[in-house]
């Protein structure tokens, strides 16, 4: 059976966007008998709520991501083919609850009515209405028929807006699984009382300090909102663990936990040093995650929809201190120069170098120059003195050391100064080491966070909590992650009192310039996982080894 055969013509590009349907593709096994009959049919009652079994939890995985954490042929990924030419992306970017939604039921899009995939749905027949076409209830042996041929129970085509997917007989045994608990199963860290969150806090000698005052915070909060009735007559509860320093240990220890602790969602987990292998374990086990602890959050696409990142990373910090210094210098020949390291190991900062320089040409700067961090000495003056002639207004460092401070140091004594610009959380950043004393009016550091004491008219909420006792160090890590709590909090009163994990992601999408605690509002969406877009950008007070007086939001909202 030729699988390019089942695809339809028609397709517009408001399909690619509708997309995430029933129909997929399973080449060279006869489709028929890859599941067999005895699978229990769609019709009968729903099986007793508890936890996902291994076959029901991948098929999750498939319908709400395109991923399948199953054992796959090489090249294992899932793909959505469209079209008669056979256009092929990842089924990541048109995953079946993109359209038909957590709970199956679908809902109007773009003139486009999803199906009800919900076995109540599919194992009856299709009600007569006016224009409809009447359909006899789904088998197993008839869903696998529209799943891989897209041709319904009484034999007529899919509606033209779905895909074929690529699937392994494994993928679609999976699936069909799923589909039989689907709006009906029970996320694992919710009982009828409680809403179970995790915690995974930084560990090893050096950060205890901070995860306490971490641990504290977030128990403060959540012990008053308890005291108050909790959330629909739900209390939350705090599941606590310390991560290990190596890298390697805490993805490790984040399977460990999700497997041994019944967590709805996780709240401000540290994945610093081990973002990717940790946002990809979340996902794998469809765990909401608000609020992680790093500077690099991820941001390819297609995203990972069960992470929520609260603050900017080291691209919406650069983007702010580039329109920082696109309203401070005058109209007209302005030339902007990016420091990079030369270390292989760094390449992530070359990339932030090219999307930050095409902000800057959209921002008004003629000329933007990439140069190296690691100047030998000897060449420091000569490049110092080519950049002050070539009239470069600005210096945006993504790498304060190597040659950084010879150059500055030459620059400041031909008379050459630029703006130094610096996102604070760029790893190994020491402002007070790179930049000469000379040149501390001109120094600027972009910060995702400020201490309470400076963010303006945001951190009621944490001040009150810190009258009752909270540790006084590690200011800004309590405030980021009372920020995720109330974010957090406020998905859940969304979600309503029947909320999943999907309901969460759901009311999280919709969240628009919430006011969280730190300063900058925080906004969600189906194509956004960084809430707060923009930095604080304030000049340093050198003599003081602080923060200068001014630290205005630059926001880069559209």
Request: charged letters at 20%; glycine letters at 12%.
């Amino acid at each position: 059976m030729a699988w390019r055969g089942s695809l339809r013509s028609g397709w517009a590009t408001a399909a690619l966007r509708l997309a995430a349907g029933l129909a997929l593709v399973i080449p060279d096994i006869p489709v028929i008998a890859a599941i067999p009959a005895a699978l229990l049919a769609v019709a009968p009652a729903v099986s007793a709520p508890g936890p996902l079994l291994p076959a029901e939890a991948r098929g999750k995985q498939i319908y709400t991501a395109g991923e399948t954490t199953g054992a796959r042929p090489a090249g294992g990924t899932i793909t959505a083919v469209l079209g008669e030419g056979g256009a092929e992306v990842p089924a990541s970017a048109l995953p079946c609850a993109g359209c038909h939604g957590g709970d199956g039921r679908g809902g109007k899009e773009g003139g486009v009515r999803p199906s009800d995939l919900t076995r109540e749905s599919l194992g009856r027949p299709s009600p007569a209405a006016e224009g409809a076409r009447r359909r006899p209830p789904y088998t197993d042996r008839l869903l696998i028929r529209a799943l891989s041929l897209g041709i319904d129970s009484a034999g007529n085509r899919l509606h033209v807006a779905m895909p074929l997917y690529r699937l392994t007989r494994q993928d679609a045994s999976d699936l069909v699984a799923y589909l039989k608990r689907l709006g009906h199963e029970t996320d694992p860290g919710l009982t009828a009382g409680t809403v179970h969150l995790g915690v995974l806090l930084p560990g090893g000698a050096r950060r205890q300090e901070e995860a306490a005052a971490v641990r504290a915070v977030l128990a403060a909060r959540l012990a008053e909102l308890n005291r108050g009735g909790g959330l629909y007559g739900r209390q939350l509860a705090l599941h606590c663990a310390d991560l290990p320093e190596p890298p390697a240990e805490r993805v490790e220890k984040l399977h460990e936990f999700l497997a041994g602790e019944p967590v709805f969602a996780l709240l401000a987990a540290d994945l610093a040093g081990a973002e990717a292998e940790m946002a990809a374990a979340v996902a794998a086990a469809a765990v909401p995650l608000i609020g992680p602890l790093t500077s690099r959050p991820g941001q390819d696409f297609p995203l990972n929809r069960y992470v929520f990142y609260m603050t900017p990373g080291l691209v919406e910090q650069a983007g702010a201190l580039v329109e920082f210094a696109a309203r401070r210098l005058p109209q007209g020949g302005r030339k902007l120069v990016i420091v990079v390291p030369g270390a292989p190991e760094l390449a992530e900062l070359e990339a932030i170098a090219g999307t930050v320089a095409a902000e800057a040409r959209g921002h008004g700067f003629t000329a933007v120059e990439t140069v190296a961090a690691a100047v030998p000495a000897a060449e420091a003056a000569a490049l110092a003195a080519r950049l002050a002639r070539g009239g470069a207004a600005a210096l945006l460092l993504l790498d304060s050391g190597g040659g950084v401070p010879e150059l500055l140091r030459q620059g400041q004594e031909l008379g050459w100064r630029p703006l130094i610009l610096l996102p604070g959380s760029l790893p190994g950043a020491e402002p007070f080491a790179a930049v000469p004393a000379a040149l501390a009016d001109r120094l600027f550091v972009a910060f995702p966070v400020l201490p309470p004491d400076r963010t303006p008219g945001a951190a009621e909420e944490y001040r009150r909590l810190a009258a009752q006792g909270l540790p006084a160090h590690h200011a800004a890590a309590q405030m980021a992650a009372l920020a995720a709590a109330e974010v957090l909090i406020e998905g859940l009163k969304r979600a309503g009192r029947d909320v999943s994990r999907d309901k969460l992601i759901a009311a999280l999408e919709k969240l628009r310039r919430f006011d969280a605690g730190i300063g900058g509002p925080i906004t969600f969406g189906p194509n956004r996982r960084i809430g707060a877009r923009g930095a604080f950008v304030a000049a340093l007070d050198f003599a003081h080894h602080s923060l200068g007086r001014q630290a205005p939001w630059i926001d880069l909202e559209p």
